[in-house]
């Protein structure tokens, strides 16, 4: 059986992270040093997915503190991250609290210490949503009768520390004997799905097959999906759930076929501050990802549209709270997704 994927780890230092642009053509390892090493690997989506952001930013911040005891450092490290990418809620979570358990220190190598320990603190927090996440999601799934799932984008163990927040119910419904396959929309334009799902499906000897982002609608509405499960990137007050470009369209399939669209994602992505998806800042991409498709595995690009062709690139939309079945975090499951219930959430997490 193939070992557990992760794709971060802070050993010696050196934030190790595989490079997720390469997969699943190639295994490589990137050696971050610093809080500019970090933000550029998640401009690029080297490390993607918004727990996993979350994690890489934490560390980024201590390896900036451990780099330079300077008293500019904190400033510099949290500046350079915070803008890394605007969608995914959990980047300006982890930045935010390691900068503020950093700053209860003068500068110098105890500052540099309470990140570290702060960074690390989010990563084990995650790590054991993810386990709550499998565990309250497979209970939903198979209290649902679900056994053909669709998922869009990768929300594995590539995506967040542990098992991921989407895939991690997958795995344990799977784990359990209750699952037979696993539909994963290939992900245009950077195909997440088709290269990332794919590549942790096959590891975990799950039944799958990659389909078009464009098939989904089509084969929700012929009855060969029992449920849609995707994870997030943000979630405001009200429900309301930011997550890859493409989620909303699959949402109002779901809805139109009468099946579940259930969510699932930690607490640390939910957004109090935001009151709606109408105020989630949706991130702009370079359109020349639209305009091409991979052509080797170096990761190079071949151009599919023409040379003058305008192409618009949103990463993300916003799936409003009414069409979404069931929230599933690791503290239990929102169901149905409303202000009161996610409120609950948070003050259960405020009690830790
Ligand atoms: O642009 P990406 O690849 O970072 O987008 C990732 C997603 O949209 C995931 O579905 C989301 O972050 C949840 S990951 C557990």
């Known amino acids: 059986m193939a070992q557990p994927l992760q794709a971060l780890r802070h050993d010696g230092g050196i934030l190790w992270a595989l490079d997720q642009t390469l997969l699943p053509w190639q295994e490589r390892w990137l050696k971050l040093r610093d809080a500019q090493g970090v933000a550029d690997a998640l401009k690029r989506l080297s490390i993607r997915g918004a727990p996993l952001i979350g994690v890489a930013s934490g560390y980024g911040v201590a390896l900036e503190l451990a780099r330079d005891h300077g008293p500019d450092s904190l400033q510099r490290a949290h500046d350079t991250l915070i803008a890394a990418r605007p969608t995914a809620v959990n980047l300006a979570y982890a930045v935010k609290r390691v900068a503020e358990a950093a700053a209860a220190h003068p500068p110098g190598p105890g500052r540099a210490g309470a990140a570290l320990d702060e960074a690390r603190a989010i990563e084990h927090q995650e790590i054991a949503a993810s ?9 939903l799934l198979s209290e649902l009768r679900v056994r053909r799932i669709l998922t869009h984008c990768n929300a594995g163990a590539l995506a967040a520390p542990g098992r991921g927040t989407a895939l991690a119910p997958i795995a344990e419904l799977h784990a359990r004997g209750e699952l037979e396959l696993v ?9 997440q799905g088709a290269r990332l799902t794919a590549y942790e499906l096959g590891r975990l000897g799950i039944e799958h097959a990659v389909i078009v982002d464009g098939a989904a609608a089509g084969l929700i509405a012929r009855g060969e999906v029992d449920a849609v499960l995707v994870g997030c990137d943000r979630v405001a007050a009200n429900g309301d759930v930011a997550n890859k470009v493409g989620t909303y369209g699959h949402a109002l399939a779901a809805s139109a076929a009468r099946i579940p669209f259930v ?36 990761g ?53």
């Open 131 to 139: 386990a709550a996440i499998a565990a309250h999601g497979a209970d």
């Open 263 to 298: 969510v699932a994602g930690p607490c640390s992505t939910i957004d109090p501050e935001t009151s709606s998806g109408a105020e989630i800042v949706i991130e702009h991409r370079d359109p020349w990802e639209v305009a091409t498709v991979p052509s080797e595995s170096s």
């Open 183 to 191: 539909l994963a929309t290939e992900t245009r334009p950077l195909l």
């Open 300 to 352: 190079a690009r071949f151009r599919i549209a023409p040379d003058d062709t305008r192409c618009l690139n949103p990463a993300f939309d916003v799936t409003p709270a009414e069409l979404i079945t069931a929230f599933v975090t690791e503290r239990g499951v929102a169901c149905p997704v409303d202000h009161e219930r996610i409120a609950g959430l948070l003050h259960a997490a405020a009690l830790r």
